[in-house]
């Protein structure tokens, strides 16, 4: 399994960033993502010394719960896709206010190349008013959604690389900005995991803008979207560090270095 942090923690000398990553004690994330990251210049490595708590995705009772930790596997083939689906657009219904659905359902048809309702979902979460995850090992902070997530806004960048400088791509690369953003602001719990997972999105959606807006010559907008990446990666690198510091294991800790990371984000 392939580790999306240590992958950035690699590359991010590539953007001009001034930042000493050798006190950061490597770890293998709480969930790895297989694969390469955007340009297929990533190099897959397993992390070290140090582990994130992990993420229990048995099938509980509670039906939001299984349904996330469904969506997961529904990606190694491990659950029915159509059921999973089924599944999460029923929740959607009963709770059209909670984006996170929406979220997943995106995450399902992107995977698939399904483009047109993958971006009407990503849209309408994007919309909804609120943004809750479920967690799957409580007091640990294990969200299984996040893994489904991250997969979303890779499947996107990707496309929207491969696509160019047309509208698709931008709609894409928006809504998959969006959704950093609300990972980083809104959602609740507020909790370092999901901070993380904001950081990391952000970064990938800087990049693919990078090589889009590059590729296109709009030098004014690539410059912006490196300015942008080096912010939030410093930030990113920051959240990592504190996780690497505290008692992750108390809910409690971890909220407060959660809000005070939020207080800090770049605009």
């Not at 491990?78 to 929740?91: I, M, R, V």
């Not at 399902?108 to 971006?119: G, I, L, M, Q």
């Not at 970064?203 to 030098?219: I, K, N, P, Y």
């Amino acid at each position: 399994m392939a580790s999306v942090r240590k992958q950035l923690l690699q590359h991010n000398s590539g953007v001009g960033l001034a930042i000493d990553t050798s006190a950061l004690r490597r770890r293998t994330t709480f969930i790895g993502i297989a694969g390469v990251l955007l340009f297929g210049m990533f190099t897959i490595a397993s992390a070290a010394n140090r582990t994130r708590p992990e993420i229990t995705v048995a099938h509980s009772a509670d039906p939001i719960i299984a349904a996330q930790a469904d969506a997961v596997d529904a990606m190694s083939g491990a659950a029915d896709d159509e059921a999973t689906l089924d599944a999460l657009k029923q929740l959607r219904d009963t709770d059209p206010n909670n984006a996170v659905y929406s979220y997943l359902i995106a995450a399902h048809h992107a995977r698939r190349n399904e483009w047109d309702p993958a971006y009407a979902a990503l849209q309408q979460g994007n919309e909804a008013p609120a943004f809750s995850l479920a967690t799957a090992a409580a007091g640990k902070g294990g969200y299984p959604a996040l893994t489904v997530l991250r997969q979303l806004i890779i499947d996107c960048t990707k496309e929207g690389i491969r696509r160019g400088d047309d509208a698709t791509t931008d709609g894409l690369l928006m809504g998959c900005g969006t959704l950093a953003n609300r990972l980083a602001h809104e959602a609740k719990p507020c909790d370092l995991p999901i901070l993380e997972s904001a950081g990391e999105a952000y970064q990938m959606v800087e990049r693919a803008r990078l090589t889009v807006w590059e590729r296109e010559g709009r030098d004014a907008d690539a410059g912006n979207a490196r300015l942008r990446l080096a912010a939030r990666a410093r930030w990113w690198h920051v959240v990592v560090a504190k996780s690497d510091k505290i008692d992750a294991s108390d809910p409690t800790v971890r909220e407060a270095v959660a809000q005070q990371m939020r207080a800090r984000l770049p605009l």
